[in-house]
């Protein structure tokens, strides 16, 4: 599977961003798929993850996003959503969207993801 992540931008603040991971080649619903982040002099790190359909879909949250990022499907248009409300500072980074067929107790380790798209850059500035 083919992936290609957008939507990121400069926001202020509070603000709130929607990235999108567009899918090509194969059907994304068959994959589990993570959002991951990469700030500047830090590790990537797993923020979001939504399980395969097979697998349940149920998704999954960092503490620090919890309660603020929502990963959604629309399975229609092969995609995947990560809604971001009450954007901080400490969440500017470089993000990236990974598809693979983990098992729940390695999905946080981005080795197990073997189809990534671009990263996309998202700053909180005021």
């Known amino acids: 599977v083919q992936l290609q992540a957008s939507g990121g931008g400069l926001v202020q603040p509070g603000g709130s961003l929607r990235l999108s991971c567009v899918a090509s080649?194969?059907?994304?619903?068959?994959?589990?798929v993570a959002w991951f982040r990469q700030a500047p002099g830090k590790e990537q790190e797993a923020i979001a993850i939504?399980?395969?359909?097979?697998?349940?879909?149920?998704?999954y949250y960092s503490d620090s996003v919890k309660g603020r990022f929502t990963v959604s499907r629309d399975n229609a248009k092969n995609t995947v959503y990560l809604q971001m409300n009450s954007l901080e500072a400490d969440d500017t980074a470089v993000y990236s969207c990974?598809?693979?067929?983990?098992?729940?107790?390695?999905?946080?380790?981005?080795?197990?993801?073997?189809?990534w798209g671009q990263g996309t850059q998202v700053t909180v500035s005021s």
């Open positions: 990974a598809a693979g067929s983990t098992i729940l107790s390695s999905q946080w380790d981005s080795r197990n993801y073997r189809s």
């Open positions: 080649g194969s059907t994304l619903s068959s994959y589990t």
């Open positions: 939504i399980r395969s359909r097979g697998s349940g879909g149920r998704t």
